[in-house]
Every structure is written in structure tokens, then in C-alpha cells.
């Protein structure tokens, strides 16, 4: 019978090659393959029958939740740990919608992450305190423009860039500033980001109509 296969997927020599050392520290019953890209990862889980994957969401050729969805829908019973640096609350629980089994922070402890391996591995969602107190913060109230309440309509609608800017008669260079101001008023990354904000709390566009 060959031994349990675990993917270590991050772009960060030094950080997969902790991580790596921790899970062969756990058990020698473990095969451990590591990943430094997107391309890399869907690579090895085409061609192995992987046991659990811990990953971190910022690589090359990798776009975290459209991929996440992706690995879920084709491998459903495979156990996802991520590994990051972000704790927005909003990102994570996207993630956690995804199908995340666990969400570790880069800036906690190392037996921290070793209890989380453990976790994950023995079949439990577990997931870092800082990430829960912060899941747990009631969102804070955010008084948006009403530009910036057409734009997440618009979003909300599937409209790109270009058909955005022809709505609304400006530029799509000025959509495109107008959309960075948004993300960072939101506190999100991206267009999908944004919309799935928008889609938890809906009472940010009051009962606005776009003109």
C-alpha cells in the first residue's frame, strides 16, 4: 500500500521547506510533494491520489477561490488547509465556503501550525483564533458614494469594465480608479471579492436604484 500523499503548494522556498519539515515530522508514513505554482499543483493532483493539500492562496497561476472551487468540485473529499497571511474576514469566508477544511495565519506560532496540521489531517475544520475573533467582529457600518453604489449594482450584474464606463459615460480608466478606491473602502481584492461583500450585506446599497 503506498504511503499517504500530502501537497505542500507555496511559492516561498523557505516557508514550504518549514512546513515541509513539520508534516515529515509528524509521521514518516507520509509521502510529501511540494507545489510553487498553480500549474505545478493541478499537475500532481492529476497524476496522484493526494490524501490532504496545505496551501497558501498567493502563488503564480493561481486565483484563490475560482481555483478552490475548482480543486472541491473535482476532488470533494480532499482536505484543504490554508496557509496565509490574510485574515479578512470577508476572503475567509469565502474560502470557508469553498469548502476549506482549515485556515492557519503565517504570523502564528509553529506548534500552532503543527496543532492544525494534526487537526486537518484527523478529519476536523480547524481554524486560527485570530481568524475566528475577527469572523466573529460585527462588520462596521460603511457609508458608501452613490457612484460607488452603482458600481457594485453593476458588479453585482456581471458588467465589465468597458460596459461599466458606457452606463455610466466615463472612461474606463476612471472606472478602473474608481473600482481601487471601492475594493480598498470594502476592504477587498477583487471584482469577485467585492460582489460577494455586497452579496452578505446587501443593506450597504440601502434601497438605492442606479440613474
Known amino acids: 500500500m503506498s504511503e499517504p500523499i500530502i501537497i ?7 516557508i514550504r521547506s518549514g512546513i515541509v519539515a513539520l508534516v515529515r515530522d509528524l509521521s514518516d508514513s507520509y509521502e510529501v510533494l511540494e507545489a510553487c505554482s498553480g500549474l505545478e499543483l493541478f499537475d500532481i493532483l492529476l497524476n496522484q491520489s493526494v490524501h490532504c493539500l496545505l496551501l497558501d492562496l498567493n502563488m503564480p497561476n ?3 477561490l475560482p481555483d478552490l472551487q475548482r480543486i472541491r468540485m473535482t476532488y470533494p473529499n480532499l482536505p484543504i488547509l490554508v496557509i496565509t497571511a490574510y485574515d479578512d474576514p470577508v476572503y475567509v469566508q469565502a474560502l470557508l465556503e469553498a469548502g476549506v477544511r482549515g485556515y492557519h495565519l503565517k504570523s502564528q506560532p509553529l506548534n500552532e501550525l503543527r496543532v492544525t496540521v494534526e487537526r486537518v489531517l484527523a478529519g476536523e475544520r480547524w481554524i486560527a483564533g485570530p481568524v475566528i475573533q475577527r469572523l466573529l467582529e460585527p462588520q462596521a457600518n460603511i457609508n458608501l458614494t452613490e457612484r460607488q453604489k452603482d458600481l457594485l449594482r453593476y458588479l453585482r450584474e456581471g458588467l465589465d469594465n468597458i460596459s461599466i464606463a458606457n452606463q455610466l459615460g466615463l472612461s474606463v480608466k476612471t472606472i478602473e480608479n474608481n473600482l481601487t478606491r471601492l475594493y480598498r473602502r470594502l476592504g477587498v481584492n477583487s471584482r469577485l471579492e467585492a460582489v460577494h461583500f455586497v452579496n452578505k450585506h446587501p443593506h450597504i446599497l440601502g434601497n438605492h436604484e442606479i440613474h
Open 8 to 14: 505542500v503548494a507555496d511559492d516561498h522556498t523557505l
Open 62 to 64: 493561481f486565483d484563490p
